[in-house]
């Protein structure tokens, strides 16, 4: 019996899929919250 190669190809690529969709998701989690000091804006004068 030969070894079916689709199959884990198509493991892997699922498997890349999620990571991504994962990745994404983290993000577009963290654009919705303003960052903390955004580079080249001066700090606040008092």
């Given at each position: 019996?030969?070894?079916?190669?689709?199959?884990?190809?198509?493991?892997?690529?699922l498997?890349?899929?999620k990571k991504k969709?994962?990745?994404?998701?983290?993000?577009?989690?963290?654009a919705g919250q303003p960052p903390a000091g955004k580079p080249g804006e001066p700090p606040p004068q008092p």
């Open positions: 019996m030969k070894p079916n190669y689709q199959y884990e190809k198509r493991q892997r690529e498997e890349k899929k969709a994962e990745k994404e998701q983290k993000k577009a989690s963290t």
